[in-house]
Protein backbone atom coordinates (compact mmCIF):
# COMPACT_ATOMS: atom_id res chain seq x y z
CA UNK A 1 0.00 0.00 0.00
CA UNK A 2 1.48 3.23 -0.90
CA UNK A 3 1.90 5.91 1.76
CA UNK A 4 0.00 9.26 1.21
CA UNK A 5 1.91 12.34 0.11
CA UNK A 6 1.96 15.50 1.56
CA UNK A 7 5.11 17.11 0.57
CA UNK A 8 4.97 18.06 -3.25
CA UNK A 9 1.62 17.57 -3.94
CA UNK A 10 -0.56 20.00 -5.11
CA UNK A 11 -3.81 20.08 -2.52
CA UNK A 12 -6.61 22.37 -3.94
CA UNK A 13 -7.57 24.41 -0.83
CA UNK A 14 -10.97 24.14 0.44
CA UNK A 15 -12.38 27.35 0.16
CA UNK A 16 -10.45 28.42 -3.14
CA UNK A 17 -13.05 27.68 -5.60
CA UNK A 18 -15.84 30.26 -4.11
CA UNK A 19 -12.95 32.95 -3.12
CA UNK A 20 -11.68 32.71 -6.79
CA UNK A 21 -15.22 32.81 -8.52
CA UNK A 22 -16.16 35.62 -5.95
CA UNK A 23 -19.22 33.13 -4.62
CA UNK A 24 -17.70 33.69 -1.29
CA UNK A 25 -19.33 35.64 1.13
CA UNK A 26 -17.84 38.34 3.89
CA UNK A 27 -19.38 39.48 6.39
CA UNK A 28 -20.36 43.03 4.67
CA UNK A 29 -21.92 40.85 1.76
CA UNK A 30 -24.43 38.66 4.02
CA UNK A 31 -28.16 40.64 3.84
CA UNK A 32 -30.50 41.19 6.61
CA UNK A 33 -33.97 42.41 6.34
CA UNK A 34 -35.27 45.75 8.09
CA UNK A 35 -31.44 46.18 8.55
CA UNK A 36 -30.56 49.29 10.52
CA UNK A 37 -27.20 51.08 9.62
CA UNK A 38 -24.73 52.72 12.31
CA UNK A 39 -22.48 55.50 12.28
CA UNK A 40 -20.41 56.64 15.00
CA UNK A 41 -19.57 59.78 16.76
CA UNK A 42 -15.78 59.82 16.93
CA UNK A 43 -13.22 61.99 19.27
CA UNK A 44 -11.12 64.34 17.46
CA UNK A 45 -9.27 64.83 20.61
CA UNK A 46 -6.06 62.33 21.30
CA UNK A 47 -6.89 62.69 24.98
CA UNK A 48 -9.72 65.06 26.59
CA UNK A 49 -12.17 65.26 29.45
CA UNK A 50 -15.92 64.61 28.01
CA UNK A 51 -18.46 67.19 29.26
CA UNK A 52 -21.43 67.02 27.71
CA UNK A 53 -22.80 64.81 24.56
CA UNK A 54 -25.90 66.36 23.15
CA UNK A 55 -27.95 63.86 20.74
CA UNK A 56 -31.58 65.52 20.99
CA UNK A 57 -31.20 66.64 17.09
CA UNK A 58 -29.58 63.82 15.96
CA UNK A 59 -32.63 62.04 17.43
CA UNK A 60 -34.89 63.81 15.25
CA UNK A 61 -33.07 63.78 11.58
CA UNK A 62 -35.15 62.02 9.50
CA UNK A 63 -34.87 58.22 9.24
CA UNK A 64 -32.84 57.50 12.67
CA UNK A 65 -34.30 55.26 15.24
CA UNK A 66 -31.45 55.29 17.38
CA UNK A 67 -29.16 57.46 19.10
CA UNK A 68 -26.89 56.07 21.51
CA UNK A 69 -23.92 57.67 23.93
CA UNK A 70 -21.47 56.68 27.19
CA UNK A 71 -24.53 57.80 29.38
CA UNK A 72 -26.60 55.05 28.06
CA UNK A 73 -23.72 52.41 28.86
CA UNK A 74 -21.75 53.69 31.73
CA UNK A 75 -19.74 50.20 31.95
CA UNK A 76 -16.41 48.62 31.33
CA UNK A 77 -15.34 45.82 29.02
CA UNK A 78 -11.96 43.71 28.08
CA UNK A 79 -10.76 40.79 28.22
CA UNK A 80 -8.00 40.53 31.14
CA UNK A 81 -8.35 44.53 32.02
CA UNK A 82 -11.88 45.78 32.00
CA UNK A 83 -10.36 48.92 31.06
CA UNK A 84 -12.32 49.99 28.24
CA UNK A 85 -15.97 51.24 27.51
CA UNK A 86 -18.16 50.86 24.89
CA UNK A 87 -18.97 54.16 24.30
CA UNK A 88 -16.31 57.11 26.23
CA UNK A 89 -18.13 58.16 29.74
CA UNK A 90 -15.87 60.73 31.22
CA UNK A 91 -12.89 61.01 28.63
CA UNK A 92 -12.00 59.91 25.54
CA UNK A 93 -7.96 58.66 25.46
CA UNK A 94 -7.46 58.55 21.22
CA UNK A 95 -7.91 59.84 18.16
CA UNK A 96 -11.61 57.73 17.22
CA UNK A 97 -12.50 56.51 20.35
CA UNK A 98 -16.09 56.74 19.99
CA UNK A 99 -18.18 58.67 21.92
CA UNK A 100 -21.55 57.92 19.93
CA UNK A 101 -23.32 56.33 17.72
CA UNK A 102 -27.09 56.73 15.59
CA UNK A 103 -28.80 53.57 13.91
CA UNK A 104 -30.38 54.71 11.07
CA UNK A 105 -32.34 53.31 7.81
CA UNK A 106 -29.65 54.39 5.53
CA UNK A 107 -25.36 54.76 5.72
CA UNK A 108 -26.43 58.23 4.71
CA UNK A 109 -28.98 59.11 7.05
CA UNK A 110 -26.98 57.58 10.20
CA UNK A 111 -23.98 59.45 8.51
CA UNK A 112 -25.88 62.89 8.33
CA UNK A 113 -27.33 62.38 11.79
CA UNK A 114 -23.78 61.96 13.34
CA UNK A 115 -22.45 65.07 12.20
CA UNK A 116 -25.13 66.79 14.24
CA UNK A 117 -24.53 65.28 17.24
CA UNK A 118 -22.45 67.67 19.75
CA UNK A 119 -19.54 66.90 21.94
CA UNK A 120 -18.32 69.54 24.30
CA UNK A 121 -14.97 68.49 25.22
CA UNK A 122 -11.86 69.90 27.13
CA UNK A 123 -8.07 68.41 26.13
CA UNK A 124 -6.23 66.91 28.34
CA UNK A 125 -2.29 66.72 27.86
CA UNK A 126 -2.00 63.80 25.23
CA UNK A 127 0.87 60.97 25.58
CA UNK A 128 2.26 59.72 22.44
CA UNK A 129 4.93 57.05 22.70
CA UNK A 130 5.93 54.75 25.84
CA UNK A 131 8.78 56.49 27.15
CA UNK A 132 6.72 59.38 27.74
CA UNK A 133 4.08 57.71 29.19
CA UNK A 134 6.56 55.98 31.53
CA UNK A 135 7.84 59.31 33.11
CA UNK A 136 7.59 60.91 36.25
CA UNK A 137 4.30 63.29 36.65
CA UNK A 138 2.97 61.96 33.19
CA UNK A 139 -0.49 62.75 32.30
CA UNK A 140 -2.64 59.65 33.63
CA UNK A 141 -4.53 58.15 30.52
CA UNK A 142 -6.50 55.70 33.72
CA UNK A 143 -6.84 57.69 36.58
CA UNK A 144 -8.84 55.26 37.74
CA UNK A 145 -7.06 52.07 36.84
CA UNK A 146 -6.77 50.59 40.64
CA UNK A 147 -10.24 50.35 40.59
CA UNK A 148 -10.62 47.95 37.45
CA UNK A 149 -11.29 44.81 37.14
CA UNK A 150 -8.83 42.44 36.32
CA UNK A 151 -7.51 38.73 36.15
CA UNK A 152 -4.67 37.63 38.98
CA UNK A 153 -2.16 37.26 36.23
CA UNK A 154 -2.39 40.79 35.36
CA UNK A 155 -0.46 43.88 37.65
CA UNK A 156 -1.58 47.50 36.99
CA UNK A 157 0.18 49.80 38.91
CA UNK A 158 -2.10 52.39 40.16
CA UNK A 159 -1.13 56.04 39.76
CA UNK A 160 0.69 55.22 36.61
CA UNK A 161 0.02 54.36 33.00
CA UNK A 162 1.43 50.62 33.16
CA UNK A 163 -1.47 48.44 32.72
CA UNK A 164 1.02 45.29 33.51
CA UNK A 165 4.09 44.99 35.00
CA UNK A 166 5.97 41.59 34.48
CA UNK A 167 8.93 40.68 35.59
CA UNK A 168 11.02 37.63 34.04
CA UNK A 169 14.17 35.95 36.07
CA UNK A 170 15.91 33.37 34.64
CA UNK A 171 19.59 32.94 35.31
CA UNK A 172 22.40 35.33 36.79
CA UNK A 173 21.97 38.71 34.89
CA UNK A 174 24.67 39.90 36.33
CA UNK A 175 27.37 37.23 36.27
CA UNK A 176 26.86 36.52 32.64
CA UNK A 177 27.50 40.20 31.63
CA UNK A 178 30.02 40.21 33.75
CA UNK A 179 31.69 37.51 32.30
CA UNK A 180 31.14 38.36 28.42
CA UNK A 181 34.09 39.51 26.32
CA UNK A 182 31.72 41.66 24.34
CA UNK A 183 28.72 43.31 25.59
CA UNK A 184 26.62 45.16 22.74
CA UNK A 185 23.75 47.87 23.78
CA UNK A 186 22.08 49.80 21.40
CA UNK A 187 18.74 51.08 21.35
CA UNK A 188 15.70 49.71 19.33
CA UNK A 189 12.69 51.30 18.52
CA UNK A 190 10.25 49.58 16.18
CA UNK A 191 7.10 51.80 14.10
CA UNK A 192 3.23 51.30 14.66
CA UNK A 193 1.98 48.94 12.45
CA UNK A 194 -1.56 48.82 11.05
CA UNK A 195 -3.20 45.34 9.87
CA UNK A 196 -4.98 46.94 6.72
CA UNK A 197 -7.14 44.32 5.85
CA UNK A 198 -8.83 44.24 3.00
CA UNK A 199 -12.34 43.91 4.36
CA UNK A 200 -13.41 46.31 6.43
CA UNK A 201 -14.08 45.53 10.05
CA UNK A 202 -17.82 44.79 10.21
CA UNK A 203 -20.57 43.39 12.22
CA UNK A 204 -24.22 42.71 12.77
CA UNK A 205 -26.06 42.24 15.73
CA UNK A 206 -29.33 41.47 16.30
CA UNK A 207 -31.55 40.95 19.60
CA UNK A 208 -34.84 38.58 19.42
CA UNK A 209 -37.57 38.69 22.03
CA UNK A 210 -36.25 36.79 24.18
CA UNK A 211 -33.01 38.74 24.71
CA UNK A 212 -30.24 37.22 23.00
CA UNK A 213 -28.07 37.79 21.03
CA UNK A 214 -26.98 37.26 17.54
CA UNK A 215 -23.84 38.62 16.34
CA UNK A 216 -22.13 37.97 12.68
CA UNK A 217 -18.46 39.32 12.52
CA UNK A 218 -15.49 39.71 10.67
CA UNK A 219 -13.63 38.97 13.70
CA UNK A 220 -10.87 35.99 14.26
CA UNK A 221 -11.90 34.88 17.22
CA UNK A 222 -15.00 35.13 18.04
CA UNK A 223 -14.84 33.32 21.69
CA UNK A 224 -13.80 36.52 22.41
CA UNK A 225 -16.26 38.32 20.78
CA UNK A 226 -18.71 36.67 22.83
CA UNK A 227 -17.35 37.83 26.36
CA UNK A 228 -19.22 41.03 25.38
CA UNK A 229 -21.68 39.76 26.94
CA UNK A 230 -20.54 40.53 30.31
CA UNK A 231 -21.23 44.11 29.26
CA UNK A 232 -24.94 43.71 29.05
CA UNK A 233 -25.41 41.17 31.65
CA UNK A 234 -25.74 38.44 29.64
CA UNK A 235 -24.12 35.23 30.24
CA UNK A 236 -22.06 33.54 27.06
CA UNK A 237 -25.03 30.63 26.81
CA UNK A 238 -27.41 34.01 25.69
CA UNK A 239 -25.09 35.16 23.00
CA UNK A 240 -24.30 33.66 19.65
CA UNK A 241 -21.46 34.59 17.29
CA UNK A 242 -21.19 33.34 13.39
CA UNK A 243 -17.40 34.36 11.91
CA UNK A 244 -18.04 34.10 7.75
CA UNK A 245 -14.77 34.17 5.48
CA UNK A 246 -12.58 36.92 6.86
CA UNK A 247 -10.61 39.08 4.80
CA UNK A 248 -7.38 38.68 6.05
CA UNK A 249 -6.48 39.19 9.50
CA UNK A 250 -2.82 38.74 11.26
CA UNK A 251 -3.69 39.15 14.47
CA UNK A 252 -5.90 42.70 13.63
CA UNK A 253 -9.13 40.88 14.34
CA UNK A 254 -8.09 39.11 17.26
CA UNK A 255 -10.53 40.71 20.10
CA UNK A 256 -12.34 43.86 20.87
CA UNK A 257 -10.54 46.21 20.04
CA UNK A 258 -7.54 46.47 23.09
CA UNK A 259 -8.78 49.32 22.36
CA UNK A 260 -11.01 48.07 19.90
CA UNK A 261 -11.59 50.35 22.38
CA UNK A 262 -11.32 48.77 19.19
CA UNK A 263 -14.36 47.18 20.34
CA UNK A 264 -16.77 49.29 18.67
CA UNK A 265 -16.96 47.05 15.74
CA UNK A 266 -18.39 44.28 17.70
CA UNK A 267 -19.89 46.37 20.49
CA UNK A 268 -21.90 49.20 19.02
CA UNK A 269 -24.80 47.16 16.62
CA UNK A 270 -25.83 45.59 20.26
CA UNK A 271 -26.94 48.66 22.22
CA UNK A 272 -28.40 49.76 18.77
CA UNK A 273 -30.24 47.06 17.52
CA UNK A 274 -32.51 46.75 20.77
CA UNK A 275 -34.22 49.82 20.40
CA UNK A 276 -36.53 48.58 17.65
CA UNK A 277 -35.62 44.69 17.61
CA UNK A 278 -33.69 44.93 14.19
CA UNK A 279 -30.13 44.03 13.45
CA UNK A 280 -27.98 46.97 12.89
CA UNK A 281 -25.09 47.18 11.09
CA UNK A 282 -21.39 48.70 11.27
CA UNK A 283 -19.05 48.98 8.97
CA UNK A 284 -15.54 50.74 9.45
CA UNK A 285 -15.24 52.04 6.16
CA UNK A 286 -14.89 55.65 5.88
CA UNK A 287 -11.67 55.90 3.63
CA UNK A 288 -10.18 53.21 5.42
CA UNK A 289 -9.64 56.33 7.96
CA UNK A 290 -12.16 54.66 11.01
CA UNK A 291 -10.08 51.30 10.20
CA UNK A 292 -6.91 53.31 11.14
CA UNK A 293 -7.93 55.07 14.11
CA UNK A 294 -10.18 52.94 15.48
CA UNK A 295 -9.11 49.60 15.92
CA UNK A 296 -6.19 47.36 16.71
CA UNK A 297 -2.90 48.59 16.08
CA UNK A 298 1.31 47.54 17.33
CA UNK A 299 1.91 50.02 19.41
CA UNK A 300 5.54 51.54 18.53
CA UNK A 301 7.66 51.17 21.23
CA UNK A 302 11.49 50.66 22.02
CA UNK A 303 13.78 49.21 24.09
CA UNK A 304 17.17 50.46 25.58
CA UNK A 305 19.65 49.19 28.39
CA UNK A 306 21.38 52.38 30.07
CA UNK A 307 24.58 50.57 31.72
CA UNK A 308 26.59 50.50 28.73
CA UNK A 309 30.00 48.47 28.96
CA UNK A 310 33.25 48.61 26.66
CA UNK A 311 35.56 45.39 26.94
CA UNK A 312 39.21 45.83 27.49
CA UNK A 313 41.74 43.67 25.11
CA UNK A 314 42.05 41.09 27.81
CA UNK A 315 38.57 40.87 27.61
CA UNK A 316 37.58 42.55 30.94
CA UNK A 317 34.30 44.01 31.00
CA UNK A 318 34.56 47.58 32.20
CA UNK A 319 31.68 50.37 33.25
CA UNK A 320 31.05 53.26 30.94
CA UNK A 321 29.13 56.77 31.42
CA UNK A 322 25.68 55.81 31.69
CA UNK A 323 22.87 56.62 28.59
CA UNK A 324 19.42 56.45 27.66
Same mark, same amino acid.
Given at each position: ??AAR???? +??????G??K?TG?A???A????P??????????? @??? !???? +?V?????A?M???R?????? +?F????G?????????A?????????P? !?????E?P?A?????T??A?????????? +??????A?????V @??DL?????V? /??? *????? %??? %? @????????????? =??? /????? %??????Q??????? *? @??????????G?VE? $??SAQ?????R??? &??F??S $?????????Y? =?A?S???? %????A? #?R???? &????P?????G?? !?????????????????? #?AS??A &?RC??R?C????T????????
Amino acid at each position: MTAARSVGT +DVPRVEGLEKVTGAAQYTADLKFPRLLHVAVVRSP @HPH !ARVL +DVRTEKAARMPGVRAVVSGR +DFPLHTGIYLKDQTVFATDRVRFVGDPV !AAVAAETPEAAAEAATVVAVDYEPLPPIF +DVEEGFAPGAPLV @HPDLGSYEVVP /WIQ *PKAGT %NVC %N @HLKIRKGDYAKAL =GGA /WRVFE %NVFRVPQVQHVPME *P @HVSVARVDLAGKVEV $HTSAQSPFTVRHLS &ACFGLS $HGDVRVHVPYV =GAASAGRR %NQPRAD #RRRARH &ALPRPLGPAHGRP !ARGVLRDGREAGLTATSS #RASTGA &ARCRPRRCTTSGTAVPTAATA
